[in-house]
């Protein structure tokens, strides 16, 4: 069992960073698969970055690649997503999630689910 909990959104405008935040409870945080995925008022929850457990792999969505970047702390157990060139379409919650195996971009094979952070880039 881990419980997740995402801090570091806010409102930025366009062009600017942010630095999401996922810390886990338990133990057990280097077992797990990490994701992070997103969902825009009135649209389905999307992928966009996901780390294997012990860092060594990692996956992105096509419209976050080269801009963001997924990274963990297992000591600290701590998930971050660092995001530059942000951009107005990046607006959304931003959810941390977890699952034990490998990384995945189907948020139907995640297990553990942080309540979500909000991500505003003005234009």
């Known amino acids: 069992q881990v419980q997740l909990v995402e801090s570091g959104g806010g409102l930025v405008q366009a062009g600017g960073s942010l630095r999401l935040s996922c810390s886990a409870s338990g133990r057990t945080f280097s077992s797990y698969s990490m994701g992070w995925f997103r969902q825009a008022t009135g649209k389905e929850r999307e992928f966009v970055a996901a780390?294997?457990?012990?860092?060594?792999?990692?996956a992105y969505a096509d419209s976050v690649k080269g801009r963001f970047t997924i990274s963990r702390d297992n000591a600290k157990n701590t998930l971050y997503l660092q995001m530059n060139g942000l951009k107005p379409e990046d607006t959304a919650v931003y959810y941390c999630?977890?699952?034990?195996?490998?990384?995945?971009?189907?948020?139907?094979?995640?297990?553990?689910w942080g309540q979500g952070t909000q991500v505003t880039v003005s234009s």
């Open positions: 780390i294997s457990w012990s860092g060594g792999r990692t």
């Open positions: 999630t977890a699952r034990i195996g490998a990384p995945a971009q189907d948020s139907d094979r995640y297990d553990y």
